[in-house]
């Protein structure tokens, strides 16, 4: 499994005797259902039940998962907790010199510091976070021009330690840093000392300050670059879409005390040398067969017939949706629940959080892939187009045909089976008609 797909996933892929669309097995894991090779037509509807599908152009198709909106508004949620400290702050303040007392900024000092130290810093953690989870997820692509499919997998790494660091290092770093600002904010509280006195200390702390800053900036900088010189590289294997090993898996899991059903669907490429491994694979929880079946029908359509056949992108993401939304949410709510949705909008800054949603789906997603990717997905002249095998596509009819009069996909069978029994039948019709032609002579 890769980092670029939600679940992990052994390297064990279904055993390749016998393998073939329709198949269905019992694993140490649960129960399976084939879908390739030969990706046949299964009948059912084209849904992109997962939201699977992030980006579709006339030549390729993106998959990626992940809910990216609720990651920019858990990160923004900071923000407005910083805005509203400060702003009790301030109303601290202002009361205090309301009540004809001596002015004093130490309420909003203090409450700024607790920002500057707690929840600007978090805030920050979890915005970068997103974004390292963005690149760290890269989408799987399905380009229908050469029917090829690409994944993505990272290069094992050399394991890296930051020199001098570990949770000890990093604590004593964080209260040394926090006390050093709290001591440039601490002579302003002091009385009965002379101006010079206090501009003395602050002077003093501030300075200590600045040199832990830059000791600190200078070690992280060249720490992380020497780290990312060990990190996995992101590369990407392309394999052919008619030989893709793809498979619904309905999985138990079995804890101390808890045991889950949960249903997979899986995309691999086999190793070259070992095909019951996989040199690549990305799965998705699909919750049920069914639904499993509509997730792999967006694919198997768009590869086949077109993109017009698959499902768009959800726009959920979108600020042009989160605008229709609000505006649709003000004509039919009253007053009340309608003021309570925009407290909650502000509070998570969610105009905002979906700015940072597109521009990490159009922009930060896309920026860390392979070149080779790109010019894989270089549109190419029609007649270049890879096309589907006769065979294929003559299948395809023979059980569309098939599931118009009844048949389920889930029911039938290895495909080869099917076509076996299908013919059986129609030399045994043809044998019956020769004989009925026959007697009536």
């Known amino acids: 499994m890769t980092k670029a797909n939600e679940n992990p996933l052994t390297n064990q892929l279904p055993p390749e005797p016998n393998w073939e669309a329709g198949v269905r097995r019992i694993t140490k894991e649960g129960r399976l259902l084939a879908l390739t090779p030969k990706p046949v037509v299964t009948g059912e509807r084209a849904v992109d039940v997962n939201a699977w599908i992030r980006r579709k152009t006339e030549g390729w198709l993106d998959l990626q998962n992940g809910n990216l909106l609720f990651s920019a508004e858990f990160a923004l949620m900071f923000l407005s907790l910083t805005i509203l400290v400060m702003m009790g702050g301030l109303a601290m303040t202002v009361n205090y010199y309301l009540g004809h007392h001596e002015l004093t900024w130490i309420p909003l000092l203090g409450l700024g510091g607790m920002n500057l130290l707690i929840t600007v810093p978090w805030g920050l953690y979890v915005y970068f976070l997103g974004n390292k989870a963005v690149k760290e997820t890269p989408p799987i692509r399905l380009n229908r021009q050469r029917r090829e499919v690409a994944i993505p997998r990272w290069t094992e790494g050399k394991e890296f330690k930051l020199p001098f660091w570990n ?41 200590a300050l600045a040199v832990e800053t830059l000791v600190i900036g200078a070690y992280f900088f060249i720490a992380l670059r020497l780290k990312k010189k060990h990190d996995p590289k992101l590369v990407y294997e392309f394999y052919p879409w008619d030989k893709l090993v793809a498979y619904i898996e309905t999985r138990q899991d079995i804890g101390p005390s808890l045991m889950a059903t949960r249903t997979v669907l899986t995309l691999a490429i086999p190793k070259p040398d070992d095909p019951e491994s996989a040199l690549a694979a990305a799965t998705i929880n699909v919750g049920h067969e069914t639904a499993g079946l509509a997730q792999w029908e967006c694919l198997r359509r768009f590869m086949e017939d077109g993109p017009e056949d698959c499902p768009d992108p959800k726009n959920d993401d979108t600020l042009a949706h989160y605008k229709a939304r609000c505006r649709q949410a003000r004509k039919e709510m009253s007053l009340l629940p309608w003021l309570g949705k925009k407290v909650g909008d502000w509070f998570f800054q969610r105009y905002l959080a979906h700015i940072i949603t597109e521009r990490r789906i159009k922009t930060l997603a896309l920026k860390s892939l392979p070149k080779e990717l790109e010019r894989w997905s270089a549109p190419l002249p029609k007649e270049q187009w890879t096309k589907p095998s006769e065979a294929l596509q003559s299948l395809n009819q023979n059980l569309t045909r098939a599931y118009e009069r009844g048949l389920r996909f889930t029911n039938m069978g290895p495909v080869s089976e099917w076509q076996a029994g299908r013919e059986a039948k129609r030399q045994e019709k043809r044998g019956r008609g020769r004989y009925q032609s026959k007697a009536s002579s």
């Open 167 to 207: 949770d000890s290092a990093a604590g004593i770093a964080y209260i040394t840093y926090i006390g050093t600002i709290a001591a440039v904010f601490m002579p302003y509280t002091l009385e009965g000392e002379s101006p010079e006195y206090v501009q003395l200390l602050v002077t003093i702390f501030a300075t």
